[in-house]
């Protein structure tokens, strides 16, 4: 497709941003990131989620709007790290649901959600992209990131059940690509194979 949004969704360490930057650099696409290292509340989140879930929800929350709004008007290729839609669904809906975001500060969240998703861009393609647990904390792991040290399996078993309900109502064409045995970034075979799967999965 000469006109087409690819949104990579899934779990920390799955991958997804990889496959996104690869997308971007080895088929003409323009990657709308998530730059991590942008985000203002990410590392007191991890070091107290109870405090700063609600702030770092409404950072991540109004990043991605502002990517949906440029969206909405551009023409060509676009893939982007993370949509609006996976932010609240899955993270916002999880972290609620643990009580690390109280009912009134959610109803705020669930509020701006309403009015940034208005007039948004369906995107052609979600990209899910998964992996074993013991996968994911071994690159979670090897990159290092100080913020991510205290993940718990049970943290990432949980945003995968958000993302299980999340994708079942999702309204564009989902591809879930499992990564567990799968290394774009070593391995040229398997970063043919992947990419062909998503451009094969893109309606014509």
């Not at 969704?9 to 991590?36: C, F, H």
């Not at 509340?41 to 991540?60: E, I, K, P």
Request: proline residues 3%.
């Amino acid at each position: 497709m000469t006109n087409s949004y690819v949104v990579f969704s899934g779990n920390i360490g799955s991958g997804k941003s990889t496959l996104a930057q690869i997308l971007e650099t080895t088929r003409g696409y323009m990657l709308w990131p998530e730059a991590v290292d942008e985000l203002l509340y990410v590392r007191d989140f991890y070091d107290d989620m109870g405090r700063w879930a609600f702030h770092n929800q409404l950072d991540f929350l109004s990043r991605k709007a502002q990517q949906a709004i440029s969206l909405v008007e551009r023409r060509g290729r676009h893939c982007q790290d993370r949509c609006l839609a996976e932010c609240y669904e899955v993270f916002s809906k999880k972290l609620y649901e643990d009580g690390l975001i109280s009912t009134r500060d959610f109803e705020v969240l669930t509020r701006l959600y309403s009015m940034l998703s208005v007039g948004n861009r369906v995107p052609d393609l979600v990209v899910h992209v998964h992996a074993r647990q013991d996968v994911l904390f071994d690159r979670i792991g090897r990159r290092a990131r100080e913020h991510e040290v205290g993940i718990s399996r049970e943290w990432l078993a949980g945003l995968e059940e958000r993302y299980d309900q999340w994708l079942s109502a999702q309204p564009a064409r989902v591809l879930r690509l499992d990564t567990s045995e799968l290394d774009p970034t070593t391995s040229p075979s398997h970063r043919s194979f992947l990419l062909d799967e998503i451009e094969k999965a893109l309606p014509r």
